[in-house]
């Protein structure tokens, strides 16, 4: 008797437990749903404001800060001022290559993006523009090849190789000539910021406003899409072309920012960039809020891969210009690592967004 009594007790209590069980699963199905529509546009406001705008915004002060410090370098022609314009040049190129993680829009539709950072320089022009009697006002850099505008002709003057130009080398024609690229850097980088914060685009809104009345998206699935094509072409970027192409051709003067030494920097601040968008930043969500709500496995494989392209930058040491030669391995890791993050943001991220994100 008293077995079969447990018997029936374990099995009204079996009833029970999957009945409770049963009944608390339906409205976490209907909660989540609802979550992760509010959360769509929060990341999309988050991604705006915490990100984007944040970053454009310190590229106009840092674009600022170049121009005042090679300015004080045309006026007083010390090495202590050098070194003062050589660490703006860097912290501008630092902001700029992290905001290449989201390269889509105005920095885009505007040819924002070539005005600055056209690359390589080539050095032959650029002396002989220096040594031609062509003015080398503001106003003239806006007519003159990519090639020889924005951040490289700069860092080309006042680094030399590696640094190992002295103030008393730089020419008046190149004062000249430096001033006016951080002007019209500096008009950019201004232009890039109000594109994004005020009309007539003021294209911070219309993300923001993605299905809901944004001109530019009528869905939040388009920019999205955006987004992360944004990721997916930074990362094969930097495999399949910034570091690629001089080493397969084992040419140093392919290297991005070959007069500084600065190339690998670039190359890991936009996969920084990249995480920035993927993680979100200052507190705000990011793209791995909306993955990790339906696929935590999917979220982990990314950070993980995010993580380990940028680590693997660490393995490459000195010159990236010199490691094409002497660390080959090295930097077919790096690719490889980079290959492999863009074929997952490519394979699932993509599919992921296009699956989940409705309007």
């Not at 001109?215 to 999205?224: D, P, R």
């Not at 980079?338 to 989940?356: C, M, R, S, W, Y």
Request: charged residues 15%.
């Amino acid at each position: 008797m008293r077995n079969k009594m447990n018997l029936i007790g374990a099995c009204l209590f079996a009833v029970i437990l999957f009945t409770t069980t049963a009944c608390n699963k339906a409205p976490e199905t209907a909660t989540t749903s609802t979550d992760f529509v509010t959360l769509e546009k929060q990341v999309l406001t988050d991604f705006t404001n915490n990100v984007a705008m944040s970053n454009y915004l310190k590229l106009s002060v840092s674009a600022t800060n170049l121009n005042m410090a090679l300015q004080n370098l045309n006026n007083n022609t010390t090495d202590s001022n050098l070194i003062v314009a050589r660490t703006a040049w860097q912290t501008l190129r630092e902001t700029w290559e992290q905001s290449e993680g989201f390269l889509f829009g105005p920095v885009e539709d505007n040819d924002y993006d070539p005005n600055m950072d056209t690359w390589p320089t080539d050095y032959v022009q650029l002396d002989s523009l220096i040594g031609s009697n062509n003015s080398l006002l503001a106003s003239d850099i806006q007519h003159i090849t990519l090639s020889l505008r924005g951040f490289h002709p700069i860092e080309y003057i006042i680094f030399g190789n590696h640094g190992n130009k002295k103030a008393s080398d730089i020419t008046t024609r190149e004062k000249q000539y430096m001033v006016s690229l951080s002007e019209d850097i500096t008009n950019t980088c201004n232009a890039l910021y109000l594109s994004w914060s005020s009309a007539p685009i003021n294209f911070a809104q219309e993300v923001i406003n993605a299905g809901n009345g944004s001109a530019k998206y009528s869905t939040k699935l388009e920019v999205y899409t955006a987004l992360v094509n944004a990721l997916i072409d930074i990362a094969g970027e930097v495999a399949e072309s910034k570091m690629l192409e001089p080493y397969e051709t084992k040419n140093p003067q392919l290297v991005e920012s070959p007069y500084s030494g600065n190339s690998l920097t670039d190359f890991r601040n936009n996969i920084v960039g990249l995480q920035n968008v993927y993680l979100g930043v200052n507190g705000g969500k990011g793209l791995k809020d909306l993955v990790a709500s339906k696929n935590k496995a999917l979220d982990n494989k990314i950070q993980n891969q995010i993580i380990a392209s940028i680590n693997s930058f660490s393995n490459i040491t000195g010159y990236y210009e010199d490691a094409i030669l002497t660390q080959r391995i090295q930097i077919q890791q790096t690719m490889q690592a980079l290959t492999t993050l863009k074929a997952t943001l490519e394979g699932d991220l993509l599919p992921f967004i296009v699956q989940n994100v409705k309007d």
